[in-house]
């Protein structure tokens, strides 16, 4: 089984700065079967990227992400204040795994 | 519009059986796997296993297998978990969510149910 490891662990930004989240995979990530997800407390999670790197339907740009292999990142921008939430990377390859997940939080 | 749409809250003691769902809706459900993924509190996401509903080939993480079953009902587009003999480490929130790029199985999650709570306790 992949292990997926975020970090930090929680991330604290003032609206406007950019984040940049960790995701690093025990072993490498078959076709870059590697997603991202947006989860607010009392809502469903929300796919942002998969791919790697492929913004899903409706995503603004200001959510990115890229890497292959072993090591990928994930990158919001310029924050709005919708943006603070948990994201979370999964793996979608031979066997299916979520990260522990990152918090982004308001400074 | 395509939408998933979940049972709603359980209460149960330990011991008892349950079985949620996953009603389906505004795409061709029999070409789209569906898993489940669960939250305990204050935890993470977990993936617990899928199904392709053309054919009920269904898959579990190791950490499921043998805890829950999934199943679903092509007549009623809907899918199912179930569980034979509840523990108080069930209590979590339970979502149902489609892959997105039909007959795939290594594919991301693009639609989500809301959810179902599930609490059990004596």
């Known amino acids: 089984e992949i292990v997926l490891t975020q970090s930090p662990a929680t991330l604290s930004l003032s609206p406007g700065e950019r984040a940049t989240l960790s995701c690093r995979a025990s072993?490498?990530?078959?076709?870059?079967?590697l997603a991202w997800y947006q989860h607010k407390p009392g809502q469903a999670p929300r796919l942002l990227i998969y791919?790697?790197?492929s913004r899903a339907t409706g995503v603004p740009d200001r959510f990115s992400g890229s890497g292959y292999g072993t090591d990928f990142t994930f990158t919001i921008s310029r924050l709005e204040p919708e943006d603070f939430a948990v994201y979370y990377c999964?793996?979608?390859?031979?066997?299916?795994?979520f990260g522990q997940g990152t918090k982004v939080e308001i400074k | 519009e395509v939408q998933l749409v979940q049972s709603g809250a359980e209460v149960k003691k330990p011991g008892d059986s349950l079985k949620i769902s996953c009603k389906a809706s505004?795409?061709?459900?029999?070409?789209?796997?569906i898993a489940w993924v669960r939250q305990m509190p204050g935890k993470g996401l977990e993936w617990m296993g899928i199904?392709?509903?053309?054919?009920?080939?269904?898959r579990y993480s190791p950490s499921f297998q043998g805890q829950v079953t999934i199943s679903a009902d092509k007549s009623i587009t809907t899918a199912y978990l179930q569980w034979s003999s509840l523990k108080a480490s069930d209590t979590a929130m339970y979502y149902c969510?489609?892959?997105?790029?039909?007959?795939?199985?290594?594919?991301?999650?693009?639609?989500w149910g809301q959810g179902t709570t599930v609490t059990v306790s004596s």
């Open positions: 505004g795409y061709s459900f029999t070409t789209s796997w």
């Open positions: 969510a489609r892959l997105m790029f039909p007959g795939y199985y290594y594919n991301a999650m693009d639609v």
């Open positions: 999964q793996n979608y390859g031979s066997s299916q795994t």
């Open positions: 199904i392709y509903p053309r054919d009920s080939d269904t």
């Open positions: 072993q490498s990530v078959s076709s870059s079967f």
């Open positions: 791919g790697a790197s």
